[in-house]
């Protein structure tokens, strides 16, 4: 599933480090945010190409200034990184675990999966990945404490609703508040449940040069709690980066 797969590192850099970085500052780059926002901008130009003939001219450009405007790059810097800042009070496990050779092998896997190239390759969804009972039963705690399906689910209501941002501002009126709301309430939903049905073989897939032991170990992480709050955090930054609840420009 791509926009799964999108998010599974969980999505943006924040900003430019400076020349000494504090500890979030380390954090955004050590856990691979600064190239999943370049993977996020190579999908929302994909989404854009994909309205292009079936659009009247006006609308489609529209849909394109909207969308760049809500996502751009530095827009989306400054509101992740104050949630980020404001959401996570002391980065410095996260940090650590991060900056271990495990940490950083899983940022690896994580960028592997959401490069354009890879998602091209699997567009038609993933293959089924064989694990014994032991391995799918680390797959099961990991999922269960990663906020995948969540943070899936936002990226994939941003770029599904560049179109429809577009036309709610060349027709005003057309959706109202809470018609609007209410849609993509329902929306966000049936996409999480679709997405929690492959979940599993999703991690299988992205983790996959993971040993038995280090997806023990990242479960831990995950499930404590400072792994908790990091990716509290880092979901909340998901949405402020992505604009979740905000008006169209």
Known sequence: MRALLTCVALVFSLFT????ADDHAQLYQLSGWPEQRAHFSDALQAAQLRYRNSLPPAVYQALVDNSN???APQAMDQRAQQQLRASLSDPRPALQFFQSPLGRKITAAELLATRRDQLAQHANGLPRVPADATRR???RHLAQALPATEAGAEVSLALAGVAADSLSQMIPGLLGGGQ????????RQRLMQQMEGDLDNTLLHVY????DPELE???QFAESADGKAYYQAALAAIRAGLAVGQTAP
């Open 137 to 139: 039963l680390l797959i």
């Open 217 to 219: 170990e990242f479960a």
């Open 69 to 71: 405007q809500r996502f």
């Open 180 to 187: 609007a709301q209410d849609l993509l309430d329902s929306q």
């Open 17 to 20: 480090l400076p020349v000494v």
């Open 208 to 211: 996959r040069e993971l040993s």
